[in-house]
């Protein structure tokens, strides 16, 4: 079932790239908008901020339309939107390090239709983990920022983290090792466990 | 073994997996997406563009229409549900706005079959910094056609004062001045077929003094009396006890001034926030009668001028013995008169001023017996230069 869902999804895509490229205007708000989605999801936890990610993923989105006539698969539309977002996450983080501005880290706020419970955390844990990961994600290197974003947020396989990310599989699978062990020496999630945390499962 | 488990990782950046892009985003992306890529110009050039694009942008107030969903479109909102429930809400008038953004106005029915009318600023990103990103009204919109002033908190935080409403029919453009010379002129939007009407928004700056707002009909002749907006102008209404004194047979009394505050009671709107609002307090109500009454609103007929009333005391199907008219009136009023059906003066009474940091009103409350109010008219008075306000009717019961 799964994998006919997934053939209806890439035909899907194939025909609203078609149509964006004969000039419907549907077309392109669709693709605007998945193009937007995808990229926002992933600057946001690289910056960790929605102001900053809305600039880069319409940065994104921008460069995806009008990239768009070059790529050659459609059913590629998502890889190319994520390569597209490194390249600009990358460049949105130097441009930071020059004009720091303070905000609550996204991970922080409460979100309007946030379920009141992800099932088997206790909320309040679930807070502390969010608030604890947010800083120490900040200290990771930034390919390996990159890596765990694109592999916690959006599911992606290795295969499609190194084509994102331009390196080889064995470089993605690298990063993510790295990032991942970065993240459990670090003082703050060290400590964390998840069955002490208020994990029930 | 590893305390941080996949799972944790997974749960922590949930919110990241539920980001959705706004419309306003979405918007922007696709009309730089399909813009003819231009050259740079110098940058002194471009600075002296910038700075006539800004200076355009706040002559002009609002800009084209840019709103994803054209005039017509019906799509399931919010309606005053804030996200509890979802209604069908059609388009009537979308554009942008220089500091609030793209925003749309959409018209929709309630549950119990009450019309309401919308607006809502898109840029969700901005309203969640700078407060409440909807406003609007329901009531018999069909019939008021000069509901006008709207009342957009939001716009207000972002530092422009946003209003908008219903044209009456045949009206083709809505019209700001303000005492300072301040002239802002839009045209309405008509809607589609399925939602008749001609609907407007202004988004003007700050500091207009005296601003009223006129719709102009073909050959822009000006239609109807202007409607005083000035208020919307003056910055928030803080609670204030404007009058006090003690009625015969109701007591004492005291007359406050406030704002009002948003309401809304099964998705129906019955209040939008910032109306003016006048309430008179009892100290010591007698038996049968309320301890406070008053309302929120303005007089379309009227600039400025608003009139309520307490019932002292108020059973069904008696008279009461006491009536306190009661309201608002504009600043240059000197006095508030009842005129019997003869035209003769029947009762007359000294306006107050308002506080100093409240709009530029006065208040005015005058006691009388339900006798004196029949087929009477009330009206407000400038004794300097005999300007008086329209006669308006008033309840004799």
């Known amino acids: 079932m799964a994998e006919i869902n997934h053939g209806q999804a890439r035909a899907n895509l194939t025909d609203e790239v078609a149509r964006y490229r004969a000039g419907d205007p549907t077309a392109a708000e669709t693709l605007a908008r998945r193009a937007t989605r995808l990229a926002l999801r992933t600057a946001a936890v690289i910056l960790s901020s929605r102001e900053e990610a809305s600039d880069v993923a319409q940065d994104v989105a921008v460069d995806v339309l009008r990239s768009l006539p070059k790529l050659r698969e459609p059913e590629a539309f998502d890889g190319w939107v994520h390569k597209i977002t490194v390249r600009h996450a990358m460049r949105a983080l130097k441009r930071r390090q020059h004009s720091r501005t303070a905000e609550t880290p996204l991970a922080l706020l409460p979100e309007p239709d946030e379920p009141a419970a992800i099932e088997g955390y206790d909320p309040a844990a679930l807070l502390s983990a969010r608030a604890a990961l947010a800083d120490a994600l900040a200290e990771l290197p930034v390919k390996q920022r990159l890596a765990i974003a694109l592999r916690y947020v959006h599911d992606l396989p290795d295969r499609e983290i190194a084509a994102a990310l331009g390196c080889r599989v064995g470089t993605a699978h690298a990063l993510l090792s790295r990032g991942r062990t970065a993240l459990r020496q670090n003082p703050s999630l060290a400590a964390l466990d998840p069955t002490t945390a208020g994990a029930t499962r | 073994m590893s305390k941080l488990d996949d799972s944790l990782i997974h749960a922590a950046l949930a919110p990241a997996r539920r980001i959705e892009p706004t419309d306003a985003e979405i918007v922007r992306v696709v009309a730089r997406a399909t813009r003819a890529p231009r050259q740079r110009m110098p940058l002194r050039r471009r600075s002296l563009a910038l700075a006539l694009v800004g200076a355009l942008l706040l002559t002009a107030a609002a800009g084209a229409a840019t709103g994803l969903l054209p005039i017509g479109s019906v799509f399931e909102g919010d309606g005053f549900h804030d996200g509890a429930r979802k209604v069908n809400e059609t388009v009537v008038a979308n554009g942008t706005a220089p500091k609030s953004g793209p925003w749309r106005i959409t018209a929709f029915e309630t549950e119990r079959g009450v019309s309401c009318l919308k ?17 609007g009204y329901c009531g018999h919109i069909g019939a008021t056609e000069a509901f006008g002033h709207g009342t957009a908190e939001a716009g207000d935080r972002r530092g422009e004062i946003i209003l908008f409403g219903r044209a009456p029919d045949g009206a083709r453009a ?18 589609s077929a399925g939602m008749p009407g001609n609907y407007w928004l202004i988004a003007a700056p700050r500091g207009v003094e005296d601003a009223s ?32 004194g003690t009625a015969p047979f109701a007591g004492p009394w005291k007359l406050k001034a406030y704002e009002s505050e948003r309401s809304v009671v099964d998705g129906d709107l019955y209040q939008p926030e910032g109306l003016p609002c006048q309430t008179v307090f009892l100290g010591d109500p007698p038996p049968g009668t309320s301890g406070g009454s008053g309302g929120c609103g303005f007089q379309p ?3 400025g001028f608003t009139i309520h009333q307490l019932r002292a005391p108020a059973f069904v199907n008696t008279k009461p013995k006491e009536i306190l ?6 600043e240059s009023a000197d006095a508030v008169e009842i005129v019997s059906s003869d035209g003769d003066v029947v009762r007359s009474v000294l306006v107050k001023p308002g506080p100093q940091d409240g709009p530029d009103s006065t208040y005015w409350l005058v006691v009388t017996g339900p006798d004196v109010l029949e087929d009477a008219k009330v009206r407000w008075v400038d004794r300097d230069t005999g300007e008086r306000g329209p006669e308006l009717s008033i309840d004799p019961s």
């Open chain 2, 119 to 135: 607006l809502e600023l898109l840029d969700v990103a901005a309203g969640s910094r700078n407060g409440p990103r909807s406003s």
């Open chain 2, 174 to 191: 809505v019209k700001l001045t303000g005492a300072n010379g301040v002239a802002i002129t839009m045209p309405t939007q008509t809607a």
């Open chain 2, 213 to 244: 707002v006129r719709f102009l009909g073909a050959d822009d002749r000006p239609q109807g009396a202007p409607i005083d907006v000035s208020y919307r102008f003056s910055g928030r209404i803080k609670p204030a006890i404007v009058m006090s």
């Open chain 2, 301 to 303: 007929r009227s600039p």
């Open chain 2, 325 to 330: 008219s009661f309201g608002m009136s504009p």
